[in-house]
């Protein structure tokens, strides 16, 4: 099974800033990497894919990059809307489907 | 509209059963792979089964030989029936498509709003 991480576990950003997560597989999944981004009380909603292709109707101020076990996600200007919980994903080898635990980020 | 809703949650004692429905819209459950993940309170999400026509199933460890996953063959509902239930089970249960690209099972594209499942010990 391939293990997920993420961090940091908490990051803490201001409106209009950048965040930068980061996301790590414990053996190479290529570039078979999704990300999500989760509010509360919602399902996951599809962010990212193929590590750095957004999903229909993702703004452009998300971005992911990265291969093989190491990967980013970018959003280059904080807004509201984006203060969220986000998960990384791997389908290079499954089952299982595996996830990071999560990266929330919180308004400073 | 394209769109995925589970039923069926509900607070149950430790050892008994479930059956969790998901309810697919705008395309047939039939040509897809469809997954069962789960998000235990105040925890990540865990992938826990996954369906693809009538003939390939899949479960996590977690699950094997407890969770039963099959298709409504003249609706289009996917279910998912839990017995010997744990307390370790409860979460919120979300149904997920997984998005398809030249015959690869990939990330999920379509996620329910989830089904809260409850066990009591």
């Known amino acids: 099974e391939i293990v997920m991480t993420q961090s940091p576990a908490t990051l803490s950003v201001s409106p209009g800033e950048r965040a930068t997560l980061s996301c790590r597989a414990s053996q190479s999944v290529s570039t078979n990497l999704a990300w999500y981004q989760q509010k509360p009380g919602q399902g996951p909603r599809l962010l990212i894919y193929d590590a750095s292709t957004r999903a229909t109707g993702i703004p452009a101020r998300f971005s992911g990059s990265g291969s093989g076990t190491e990967f980013t996600l970018t959003i280059s200007s904080l807004q509201s809307e984006d203060f969220a919980v986000y998960y990384c994903q791997q389908y290079n080898n499954w089952p299982p489907w595996t996830f990071g635990q999560g990266t929330k980020v919180e308004i400073k | 509209e394209v769109q995925l809703v589970e039923s069926g949650g509900g607070l149950i004692q430790s050892g008994g059963s479930l059956r969790l429905s998901c309810a697919a819209s705008?395309?047939?459950?039939?040509?897809?792979?469809i997954s069962w993940v789960r998000q235990a309170p105040g925890k990540g999400l865990e992938w826990v089964s996954a369906?693809?026509?009538?003939?390939?199933?899949y479960y996590a460890d977690s699950v094997k030989g407890r969770f039963t996953i099959f298709r409504d063959n003249s609706k289009s509902i996917l279910y998912l029936q839990m017995n010997s239930l744990r307390a370790e089970d409860t979460a919120v249960y979300y149904c997920?498509?997984?998005?398809?690209?030249?015959?690869?099972?990939?990330?999920?594209?379509?996620w329910g709003q989830g089904t809260v499942v409850t066990v009591s010990s």
């Open positions: 705008g395309f047939t459950v039939s040509n897809n792979y």
């Open positions: 997920a498509r997984h998005r398809m690209f030249r015959g690869a099972v990939c990330d999920f594209d379509i």
């Open positions: 369906f693809y026509s009538n003939v390939i199933t």
